[in-house]
């Protein structure tokens, strides 16, 4: 096996051409999608780094791929902005290339959108080791196919991204949450939907069983002198919980959205997920070595195993779900069984005929 | 290829009254919103079922006959022209809410149903569709994913492809597909975002799984008269730098303005050179400090005349006016072209004044209504198609203009799509190696060319010989 690590983006396109077999990384959080094949040439993306292009008033920024977010929260911050979809992992060193790779957002994505809604542009380098730019570095384009879409989740086996093109928002000034508790899944699910019609603009709503029950989340975000009044509104909406503020609101967020809550050698998949799929799941897993947590007003859906993940498919195909590895290990990333396989593989062979690029 | 035996086969698809072939039913379907091209189809069906299209659909690939999926016909970049010798789908009629669930801020829809309805059928629950074309009382979903569709509020909420969670469609050789699915967040590859405005390539979308969005508490409108466009467009910068995230920034010039005047008497200022529409969403506390920010900074940015929207009605005024300002337009003029090129937004004043020097050079008037939210500019080009030389001279100002957008790192269409009109200028934006990979993607999803052919490449006939065929070819 052959470890890469270019300094330049004309390295990554020499080092392409030469390994007939790619597999790229950014950082590594996402341990389950670091994979390392043999016979594969591995490109460690990470000294392809650096913000190329931020005007706060454009908002948008253009960064290389290897860039970690870390610093590029720091840079926005600076100029009262943030990438509103959350990117997790982000303390642990996550890489804007990873991330979108891998096709992650945090738990703040339930205010405006996920990565999907905030990628604007991309530069990947293609199988044959060409330089390609997909969507654009304004915030409203609609020319040509969108490929920086197709760079979303896609591990990789496009093509090597080497810069993005984000839309950031003004960032809030606090937040507050909301915890509340709730004694059957029925009642949490009723309270999400609740927070998810209502008028009021919500930042995140977190739903997780609890040891006597279910617990529910729900945080907004604002200007610091309409606060109490929101949270007190947010409040009276359910008339019972406790109302969050300071470090210890931040340190739930923050938990949630570093996966700090999943144990050390543990493995998180993750689920797209409804109502209906998380009654169903919770009905068949109420075991200890599986811990739960559905965000985004259960839409996504993360499972922490202790076991092998492969050993839980079961329950996953048999509730017609599918999910993606991230965490730990696993012979197989991939669970269950995919919508758009096929679509997918005429994808795959357009952009990647020569099968260069590592399917994981 | 027997066009009578592929009608004659047609034909047992559809019952007579769905199946049109005279030219009196043609001639509608001849042409969308741009009035320039005209191209009359083999035939005109009106699928009620999904199974009619995929049908449909499988006997124009066994036969080789191109297609076009239409919904209402509003496209302006020519998306639902016929094509030659082929056929066009019409799916008003496949319009079906099938599911509204508020559990889930999903509404499941064929691609026929009206993008404002959507809307009504979620407002019971308190949620809405958010993308809002100007054409969005009577244009389809279909049409709206195709061309990935914008609107007003496309900086804070995106464009269509942003609420696009799941698709069936049927590709151009038969294949029916699933990409994405219920949940807001999928794994990706994201698909779903390659096929939303790939502009009928990629085959037809049948059934949509649209988000729905909680549907903002209030707004707050505010419209400001500049007496020249470069005031209105620091007014724009000042509300930006202001970390103010307005739900909706348009503008309009003064051809405009006195357009939308005379059209639907929205009450806008007399004798205004520039008008800015400000729009400010969300939860009531919220919106109301927001909004008093705004006013601030509206105040001190060298307005003429500064109106609050003090009602519903009130609002609904403002918007009316701005809405209509497209057709408006073609009370002033019996043909323009709309461009719709973007360009970062604080490069809004001197395109503005470059396009005023061009409009003078050409002595073509220019009306100019935009999207100052996100740089989406809509120079309304005017022309006479009966004068000699008077088209050719707005494409030409046309082109300049998305030229500059091209060189200021912008984009060519940020709602409309190429179509036919921006064919010519895809390859300025994109170069060799992407146009090729665009063209290697669409060779893996109509490698018979049959889907909305001639649509977004120019240059059909060489893609397709790249791909080792000639069926066209008599």
């Known amino acids: ?360 | 290829m027997n066009p009578d035996k592929f009608l004659s086969d047609l034909s047992q698809i559809y019952p007579a009254e769905r199946f049109l072939t005279q030219p009196a039913q043609l001639t509608p379907y001849e042409s969308d919103a741009l009035t320039a091209y005209r191209v009359r189809p083999l035939a005109v069906v009106l699928p009620v079922t999904q199974n009619e299209v995929i049908e449909t659909v499988r006997l124009c690939g066994r036969y080789q006959i191109p297609f076009v999926a239409r919904g209402s016909g509003t496209s302006l970049s020519g998306g639902s022209l016929p094509v030659e010798g082929g056929i066009v789908i019409a799916l008003n009629r496949l319009d079906r809410i099938l599911r509204i669930d508020p559990e889930n801020r999903i509404a499941v829809v064929e691609a026929g149903v009206v993008n404002l309805d959507v809307s009504a059928a979620a407002q019971p629950y308190g949620l809405y569709y958010a993308p809002d074309p100007s054409s969005q009382p009577i244009c389809t979903i279909g049409g709206n994913l195709a061309f990935n569709s914008g609107g007003a509020h496309c900086l804070k909420f995106g464009m269509t492809s942003n609420h696009v969670l799941g698709i069936k469609a049927v590709l151009p050789d038969g294949e029916v597909v699933q990409l994405g699915d219920e949940s807001l967040e999928g794994i990706g590859p994201d698909l779903v975002g390659l096929f939303v405005g790939s502009e009928g390539l990629f085959g037809i979308a049948l059934e949509v799984i649209l988000r729905l969005m909680p549907k903002p508490e209030i707004f707050k409108t505010v419209l400001a008269s500049y007496s020249s466009l470069e005031g209105a467009g620091n007014a724009v910068s000042q509300v930006v730098a202001s970390g103010l995230l307005p739900g909706a920034m348009e503008m309009m010039d003064e051809l405009a303005i006195q357009a939308a005047e005379a059209a639907v008497q929205a009450n806008y200022p007399p004798g205004a050179t520039a008008l800015l529409i400000v729009e400010i969403d969300g939860e009531k506390n919220q919106v109301e400090e927001e909004f008093e920010q705004l006013m601030g900074v509206i105040e001190s940015s060298g307005a003429q005349e500064i109106r609050v929207a003090q009602d519903d009605a009130d609002r609904a005024r403002i918007w009316k006016g701005r809405k209509s300002a497209f057709s408006a337009v073609g009370r002033l003029s019996p043909d323009y072209i709309v461009q719709d090129g973007v360009v970062p937004r604080s490069r809004l004043g001197e395109t503005l004044a470059e396009i005023e020097r061009l409009s003078k050079q050409y002595n073509v008037r220019v009306a100019n209504v935009f999207h100052a939210g996100d740089g989406n500019l809509h120079p309304l080009i005017l022309y006479d198609g009966r004068e000699a030389g008077s088209l050719e001279r707005a494409e030409e100002i046309a082109g300049d203009i998305i030229h500059i957008c091209i060189q200021s790192e912008g984009s060519i269409t940020g709602e409309h799509g190429v179509g036919m009109e921006k064919r010519a200028y895809l390859p300025q934006m994109f170069n060799e190696v992407e146009m090729n990979t665009m063209r290697q993607l669409y060779n893996v999803i109509d490698p018979q060319k049959i889907s909305n052919r001639g649509k977004m490449f120019l240059d059909i006939d060489s893609i397709f010989l790249n791909n080792g065929g000639a069926i066209y070819d008599q």
Not at chain 1, 45 to 72: C, H
Not at chain 1, 304 to 319: D, H, L, M, R
Not at chain 1, 339 to 359: C, G, H, M, Q, W
């Open chain 1, 1 to 360: 096996m052959i470890n890469r690590k270019p300094a330049s983006v004309s390295e990554v396109q020499a080092f392409v051409k030469e390994a007939p077999r790619i597999f790229s990384h950014g950082a590594g959080t996402k341990t389950a999608l670091t994979v390392s094949v043999d016979g594969v040439t591995t490109l460690d993306m990470t000294l392809i780094s650096g913000l190329q292009e931020y005007e706060p008033e454009e908002f948008t920024f253009t960064a290389l791929a290897g860039t970690r977010i870390v610093d590029v929260n720091q840079a926005l911050s600076q100029n009262g902005q943030y990438l509103p979809f959350d990117p997790p992992l982000v303390e642990h060193g996550a890489t804007l290339g990873g991330t979108v790779a891998a096709g992650l957002s945090g738990p703040g994505r339930y205010r405006y959108g996920g990565v999907r809604d905030f990628l604007l542009g991309v530069s990947y380098v293609n199988s044959s080791g060409e330089l390609v730019r997909g969507g654009g570095k304004v915030v409203k384009n609609a020319a040509g196919f969108d490929l920086a879409k197709l760079m979303i989740g896609s591990l990789g086996t496009l093509g090597v991204i080497v810069e993005l093109t984000f839309k950031v928002f003004p960032a809030p000034e606090l937040f507050s949450t909301l915890q509340l508790d709730f004694d059957t899944l029925v009642d949490a699910l009723q309270a999400l939907q609740q927070a998810s019609v209502s008028h009021l603009d919500i930042d995140a709503i977190e739903m997780a069983p609890t040891e006597s029950g279910f617990g529910v989340w729900i945080r907004i975000g604002g200007s610091a002198k309409t606060m109490p009044a929101r949270i007190d509104r947010l409040y009276k909406m359910y008339n019972q919980g406790e109302i969050l503020n300071g470090s210890d609101e931040e340190i739930i967020w923050q938990q949630l959205r570093e996966f700090n809550w999943v144990p050390g050698g543990w493995s998180l998949i993750k689920l797209p997920m409804t109502h209906g799929r998380i009654l169903a799941l919770e009905g068949e897993v109420k075991r200890e070595s599986m811990l739960r947590r559905y965000s985004c007003a259960g839409q996504i859906g993360w499972l922490a195993v202790k076991e092998s993940p492969e050993s839980i498919e079961p329950v996953i195909v048999k509730q017609g779900l599918y999910g993606l590895v991230i965490l730990g290990s696993s012979e197989r990333l991939r669970l269950g069984e995919y919508p758009s396989v096929s679509f997918y593989s005429r994808v795959k062979t357009a952009l990647d005929p020569i099968n260069r690029f590592v399917e994981v």
